[in-house]
């Protein structure tokens, strides 16, 4: 029997190895890789202990190369999302009651082992079914995910051990029990850690959940499920089923122990599953948690006083990096005049200067996009800037899907705040830039501020304080995270928590104890350690 308060390991964020030409890691990725490549997999979805596979099968294929196959997965039928649900709630009381010593036990080896032997493993399945650069990979996937795990494991302590005061006589108490139900995890393609964290979080607090990954992270999701499995997460405790997202969907949200929703995805997909939990309130045991991250549409606005270089660099980096499709990749900036010239000179130098292929070529800073849709999407807009009189391409612009799904990085100059290409999340490869009179700083931050629906991520360049403090006090809802002379990604766990309001989401913060909290329903407990035995109060007489 326990008979001592634990103190797990101190959480430190996992150091992002190099992949310099040389390196061990460097060698182990693409060797990884290319024997990933070479094989295919098939891959069921998990239901309590059964590996369930419908013989409704999709294929996967890596963006860059999408008439290569690297295997299938097996698409659910109603049934079987009724399955999944019946199976989460029978491992409840299991693991609500396990101490939740012996849960973060899981989530700590689950962290040791993607940093030993799985890190190669997991990076090179992001890189295969996710077109990310081998860079990109390891800070995603291996880093962020390792972060999440040692990190939540660490503020699920500090939950538990917030307590209440007690007074002479009375012993009081807080439990945090998992909600009552089961928790809805919707997750994306573009982050290999954020499919994991999503049900993980809530796991982790003692919750048991339904993952619905996006069918364009299968491939990398199943050694996701590898890495758990091998950690020892029960059975049942998370169940995984792929196929249709709106029949899925309606079966999880029509179903009375329905208990919470932890989302990441589009605004529009958010919105509408929101509107269904809402409209379905009364069948369901609890008012259900509702957490979700969704769009962005991030900035870049720099004071006339900023350094050139630094910003072009922050426009180069934070726009194209894993080819735009960071939910915090910036997608429109806003220059001074005055310095416009250098930071475009540098820019299209920047810009000009990378190279695009496969992953497996480490020298490719851009990959491809994820599909064709989303190409075809994006395409489209370049060729409208073609026929507008006000707006024009300074570099990139091209683009070709007859191997891969490749867009050139692209940067639109417009002379109106207000064109599509300002407002519209395109979730790519391009960058737009107004360029704007230097003595309408002030008002330009008005612009940025209502231009766009969303508020997850911006930043601001100067070299002025009092222009810096008048900036973060224009911008404060225009952006959950905000930077300050620096590029508006690549947000750290434990350092940066994560998440924006308007359109982009609850703002909870992923990677943060403000998150864990919406995972649990608290219970005070009052003990009266020698209860009174006579009704009278002292005022009675």
């Known amino acids: 029997m326990a ?19 040389g390196t061990p890691e460097r060698e182990n990725v693409l060797n990884t890789y290319k024997k990933m490549y070479n ?59 396990m101490p939740w010593e012996h ?63 007690s007074d002479k006589g009375i012993w009081n108490r807080m439990e945090y029990r998992p909600l009552e139900g089961f928790i809805y995890a919707v997750t994306p393609f573009n982050f290999t850690a954020i499919a994991a964290n999503l049900f993980a979080a809530p796991a982790m607090l003692g919750n048991v959940c339904v993952w619905k990954p996006s069918d364009s992270q299968v491939y990398s999701a199943q050694v996701i499920v590898e890495l758990f499995k091998e950690a020892g997460l029960p059975d049942g405790v998370v169940n995984v089923v792929y196929g249709d997202p709106a029949m899925i969907s309606d079966v999880v949200l029509n179903h009375k122990d329905f208990a919470g929703l932890h989302f990441t995805g589009s605004t529009h997909i958010f919105k509408h599953l929101w509107a269904q939990i809402g409209n379905n309130i009364n069948m369901y045991r609890s008012y259900p948690r509702i957490v979700g991250e969704t769009g962005g549409k991030d900035f870049i606005w720099a004071h006339p006083s900023s350094n050139p270089n630094q910003v072009a660099t922050a426009m180069s980096r934070g726009a194209f990096e894993y080819q735009g499709q960071k939910c915090s990749a910036a997608s429109r900036s806003y220059i001074p005049k005055s310095i416009w010239p250098a930071v475009k000179d540098q820019l299209v ?99 940025v501020d209502e231009t766009s629906e969303y508020a997850l991520t911006g930043a601001i360049f100067s070299q002025d304080r009092y222009a810096i403090d ?57 003990e009266a350690l020698v209860p009174p035995t006579d009704y009278r109060y002292p005022f009675l007489g």
């Open 3 to 21: 008979n001592a308060f634990f103190n797990v390991p101190k959480a430190v964020n996992e150091p992002v190895k190099s992949y310099a030409p």
């Open 39 to 97: 094989e295919t997999i098939d891959v069921p979805m998990y239901i309590g202990s059964e590996e369930v596979r419908t013989g409704d099968t999709a294929t996967m294929s890596p963006p860059h190369d999408h008439k290569h196959i690297l295997g299938t997965y097996h698409k659910a039928e109603k049934q079987h999302v009724e399955l999944a649900i019946e199976k989460a709630l029978a491992a409840k009381e299991d693991w609500a009651n």
């Open 103 to 165: 849960r973060a036990a899981i989530f700590l080896k689950a962290a040791e082992l993607l940093a030993g032997p799985y890190r190669a493993k997991m990076n090179a399945a992001t890189m295969l079914a996710q077109s990310k650069n081998v860079f990109q990979a390891e800070i995603d996937a291996s880093c962020e995910l390792i972060d999440f795990l040692t990190f939540n494991v660490q503020f699920m302590t500090e939950i538990y051990q917030n307590q209440p005061i």
């Open 349 to 447: 130098k920047d810009v000009n200067s990378f190279k695009m292929g496969s992953p497996e070529d480490p020298s490719n800073f851009i990959n491809a996009v994820i599909h064709e849709g989303s190409f075809d999407k994006i395409s489209s807009y370049l060729d409208q800037v073609k026929d507008d009189a006000d707006a024009e391409v300074i570099v990139g612009g091209g683009y070709d899907k007859s191997k891969g799904y490749f867009i050139e990085p692209t940067v639109i100059v417009t002379s109106n705040p207000k064109y599509t290409t300002m407002c519209t999340e395109l979730f790519g490869p391009v960058l737009t830039v107004f360029v704007y009179e230097d003595a309408d700083w002030k008002n330009t931050l008005t612009l």
């Open 470 to 526: 008048f900036a973060a006090k224009a911008l404060q809802n225009a952006a959950g995270n905000f930077y300050i002379n620096d590029k508006p990604t690549g947000a750290v766990v434990g350092q940066q928590p994560f998440g924006g309001s308007r359109g982009s989401g609850t703002n909870d913060k992923a990677g943060s104890i403000w998150n864990l909290l919406r995972w649990v329903s608290p219970r005070t407990m009052k």
